[in-house]
Protein backbone atom coordinates (compact mmCIF):
# COMPACT_ATOMS: atom_id res chain seq x y z
CA UNK A 1 0.00 0.00 0.00
CA UNK A 2 1.33 3.62 -0.67
CA UNK A 3 1.86 5.33 2.74
CA UNK A 4 0.52 8.66 1.10
CA UNK A 5 -3.07 7.12 0.76
CA UNK A 6 -2.97 5.55 4.14
CA UNK A 7 -6.47 7.34 5.76
CA UNK A 8 -4.58 8.49 8.98
CA UNK A 9 -2.35 10.40 6.71
CA UNK A 10 -4.97 12.56 4.74
CA UNK A 11 -5.98 15.86 6.25
CA UNK A 12 -8.89 15.58 4.38
CA UNK A 13 -10.29 13.37 6.06
CA UNK A 14 -10.47 14.73 9.61
CA UNK A 15 -11.78 18.29 8.28
CA UNK A 16 -14.68 16.11 6.88
CA UNK A 17 -15.50 14.28 9.64
CA UNK A 18 -15.11 17.21 12.31
CA UNK A 19 -17.15 19.23 9.68
CA UNK A 20 -19.82 16.42 9.32
CA UNK A 21 -19.85 16.26 13.85
CA UNK A 22 -19.74 20.17 14.23
CA UNK A 23 -23.34 20.04 12.09
CA UNK A 24 -24.35 17.11 13.49
CA UNK A 25 -24.20 18.76 17.21
CA UNK A 26 -25.83 22.20 15.60
CA UNK A 27 -28.83 20.09 14.57
CA UNK A 28 -31.04 19.71 17.89
CA UNK A 29 -30.55 22.99 18.19
CA UNK A 30 -31.50 24.51 14.83
CA UNK A 31 -34.31 22.12 14.97
CA UNK A 32 -35.59 23.45 17.73
CA UNK A 33 -35.71 27.14 15.29
CA UNK A 34 -37.01 25.27 12.40
CA UNK A 35 -33.42 25.60 10.44
CA UNK A 36 -31.05 24.08 8.04
CA UNK A 37 -27.49 24.84 9.13
CA UNK A 38 -26.93 26.24 5.82
CA UNK A 39 -30.03 28.62 6.70
CA UNK A 40 -28.57 29.11 10.23
CA UNK A 41 -25.05 30.64 8.51
CA UNK A 42 -27.10 32.99 5.74
CA UNK A 43 -29.34 34.62 8.61
CA UNK A 44 -25.82 34.97 10.60
CA UNK A 45 -24.30 36.98 7.47
CA UNK A 46 -27.65 39.02 7.28
CA UNK A 47 -27.79 39.19 11.18
CA UNK A 48 -24.61 41.24 10.93
CA UNK A 49 -25.54 43.36 7.93
CA UNK A 50 -29.34 43.71 7.78
CA UNK A 51 -28.99 43.04 3.98
CA UNK A 52 -26.90 42.33 1.48
CA UNK A 53 -26.87 41.01 -2.53
CA UNK A 54 -27.43 37.43 -2.92
CA UNK A 55 -23.72 37.62 -4.29
CA UNK A 56 -22.37 38.85 -1.48
CA UNK A 57 -24.16 36.55 0.95
CA UNK A 58 -22.28 33.80 -1.46
CA UNK A 59 -19.15 34.68 -1.18
CA UNK A 60 -19.17 35.47 2.49
CA UNK A 61 -20.24 31.69 3.07
CA UNK A 62 -18.54 30.11 0.07
CA UNK A 63 -21.49 29.11 -1.47
CA UNK A 64 -22.95 29.19 -5.07
CA UNK A 65 -25.87 30.85 -6.17
CA UNK A 66 -27.13 27.56 -7.35
CA UNK A 67 -27.33 26.48 -3.58
CA UNK A 68 -28.26 29.79 -2.42
CA UNK A 69 -31.13 31.40 -4.58
CA UNK A 70 -33.27 28.28 -3.80
CA UNK A 71 -32.27 28.33 -0.26
CA UNK A 72 -33.87 32.11 -0.06
CA UNK A 73 -36.80 31.29 -1.34
CA UNK A 74 -37.22 28.68 1.12
CA UNK A 75 -36.18 31.05 3.98
CA UNK A 76 -38.67 33.49 1.83
CA UNK A 77 -41.75 30.95 2.28
CA UNK A 78 -41.04 30.59 5.86
CA UNK A 79 -41.42 34.79 6.45
CA UNK A 80 -37.99 34.91 7.40
CA UNK A 81 -36.12 37.05 4.49
CA UNK A 82 -37.46 38.92 1.60
CA UNK A 83 -35.94 39.45 -1.63
CA UNK A 84 -35.86 41.90 -4.31
CA UNK A 85 -33.85 43.36 -7.62
CA UNK A 86 -31.19 46.04 -6.67
CA UNK A 87 -33.35 49.49 -8.28
CA UNK A 88 -29.74 50.14 -9.68
CA UNK A 89 -28.92 46.94 -11.05
CA UNK A 90 -31.45 44.55 -12.02
CA UNK A 91 -29.20 41.33 -12.32
CA UNK A 92 -28.62 42.13 -8.20
CA UNK A 93 -30.62 40.63 -5.42
CA UNK A 94 -31.09 42.09 -2.68
CA UNK A 95 -32.04 39.89 0.64
CA UNK A 96 -33.10 41.66 3.34
CA UNK A 97 -34.34 40.17 6.94
CA UNK A 98 -38.07 41.11 7.98
CA UNK A 99 -39.26 41.37 11.15
CA UNK A 100 -39.79 37.25 11.85
CA UNK A 101 -36.00 37.00 10.85
CA UNK A 102 -34.80 39.86 12.77
CA UNK A 103 -36.47 38.15 16.02
CA UNK A 104 -34.85 34.70 15.28
CA UNK A 105 -31.65 36.35 16.13
CA UNK A 106 -32.61 36.52 20.36
CA UNK A 107 -33.65 32.55 20.23
CA UNK A 108 -30.18 31.75 18.35
CA UNK A 109 -27.80 33.73 20.93
CA UNK A 110 -27.37 30.84 22.99
CA UNK A 111 -26.32 28.67 20.21
CA UNK A 112 -22.32 29.35 20.00
CA UNK A 113 -22.09 29.52 23.69
CA UNK A 114 -23.18 25.74 23.81
CA UNK A 115 -21.13 24.96 20.49
CA UNK A 116 -18.09 26.23 22.27
CA UNK A 117 -18.86 23.91 25.04
CA UNK A 118 -19.32 20.68 22.96
CA UNK A 119 -15.80 21.41 22.14
CA UNK A 120 -13.23 20.87 24.42
CA UNK A 121 -10.49 23.60 23.19
CA UNK A 122 -8.81 25.99 25.15
CA UNK A 123 -9.59 29.48 23.54
CA UNK A 124 -5.52 29.64 22.69
CA UNK A 125 -6.43 26.06 21.07
CA UNK A 126 -9.47 27.82 19.33
CA UNK A 127 -8.42 30.82 17.93
CA UNK A 128 -5.46 28.63 16.03
CA UNK A 129 -7.91 26.43 14.85
CA UNK A 130 -9.50 29.25 13.26
CA UNK A 131 -6.90 30.79 12.02
CA UNK A 132 -5.42 27.58 9.79
CA UNK A 133 -9.09 26.50 8.70
CA UNK A 134 -9.19 30.30 7.32
CA UNK A 135 -5.57 29.97 5.98
CA UNK A 136 -6.76 26.63 4.48
CA UNK A 137 -9.68 28.33 3.04
CA UNK A 138 -8.08 31.15 1.59
CA UNK A 139 -4.62 29.38 0.03
CA UNK A 140 -7.74 26.74 -1.33
CA UNK A 141 -9.85 30.08 -2.77
CA UNK A 142 -6.69 31.77 -4.50
CA UNK A 143 -5.55 27.95 -6.18
CA UNK A 144 -8.92 27.98 -7.12
CA UNK A 145 -9.01 31.10 -9.00
CA UNK A 146 -5.76 30.91 -10.51
CA UNK A 147 -7.22 27.56 -12.02
CA UNK A 148 -10.49 29.05 -13.14
CA UNK A 149 -8.48 32.26 -14.61
CA UNK A 150 -5.26 30.23 -16.08
Not at 27 to 35: A, F, H, I, R, T
Request: net charge negative; aromatic share 6%.
Amino acid sequence: MHEQLKLENQLCFPLYAAARDVVKHYKPMLDELGLTYTQYITLMVLWEVGEAPIKEIGARLHLDSGTLTPLCKKMEAKGLVERHRDVHDERNVIVSLTDAGRALEDRAAHIPEQMSACINLSPEEFHELYRLLYKTIESLDCEENEVSHG
